[in-house]
C-alpha cells in the first residue's frame, strides 16, 4: 500500500514537472512571436497613420483651391508672405473650418497670380505632406526626433 502511495507522489511531480515545463515552452513560444510580430505591427499602425494624414493633406488641397478661387472673384487678399503659414488671416482660418485638418500647413510656392497652391507643406503629429503641383505629387513622411537642443542667446 505504501509503495502505491509512493508511485502516486511520484507520478504528480512528473505531472507537475511536464506541466510546468509544458507552460514555460508555450509562454516562451508565445513571448517570441509576440516579438517577431511588433515590427510588422508597428509598421501598419504608422501607415495608417501615414494614409490619415494624406487624406487631411488633400482635403486642405480642395480647401486651398475653394479659398484661392474666392479670393480671386471677390478681389481679396490670398497670399501673404508676412503671415507665418502664407496666407491672409481671413482665408487661413475659411481654410482650416473647411478642410477640417487638425495639422499646420506652410505654403511653401504659389503662381504668379498669387491665387494658386503650387506647393505647400502639411504637418500633423509625426507625419509631413508635401504637395506639390506639377506634376502632382504628395510624399508623406514620418518624423521622429532623436535630439533636440535649445541654445540660449547671450545677450545681456
Known amino acids: 500500500m505504501n509503495q502505491m ?3 502516486n507522489q511520484n507520478d504528480k511531480k512528473l505531472t507537475t514537472k511536464k506541466g510546468v515545463r509544458l507552460f514555460l515552452a508555450a509562454a ?14 508597428l509598421h501598419m499602425v504608422r501607415r495608417a497613420d501615414a494614409q490619415v494624414a494624406l487624406g487631411n493633406a488633400k482635403s486642405l488641397r480642395l480647401a486651398l483651391q475653394a479659398a484661392g478661387t474666392e479670393a ?12 507665418e503659414s502664407g496666407l491672409a488671416k481671413e482665408v487661413w482660418t475659411k481654410v482650416l473650418l473647411e478642410s477640417k485638418a487638425p495639422g ?15 506647393r505647400f507643406l502639411y504637418q500633423e503629429g509625426d507625419f509631413s505632406v ?10 508623406v513622411y514620418y518624423q521622429e526626433s532623436y535630439i533636440k537642443t535649445r541654445e540660449r542667446s547671450m545677450g545681456p
Open 72 to 83: 480671386y472673384g471677390a478681389g481679396q487678399p490670398f497670399y501673404r508672405a508676412e503671415e
Open 130 to 139: 508635401m504637395y506639390q503641383k506639377e506634376p502632382l505629387v504628395y510624399e
Open 5 to 7: 502511495n509512493v508511485n
Open 28 to 41: 516562451a513560444l508565445l513571448l517570441a512571436v509576440i516579438v517577431a510580430a511588433l515590427p510588422g505591427i
Open 104 to 118: 499646420e500647413f506652410w505654403i511653401l510656392q504659389t503662381d504668379q497670380s498669387g491665387y494658386e497652391i503650387l
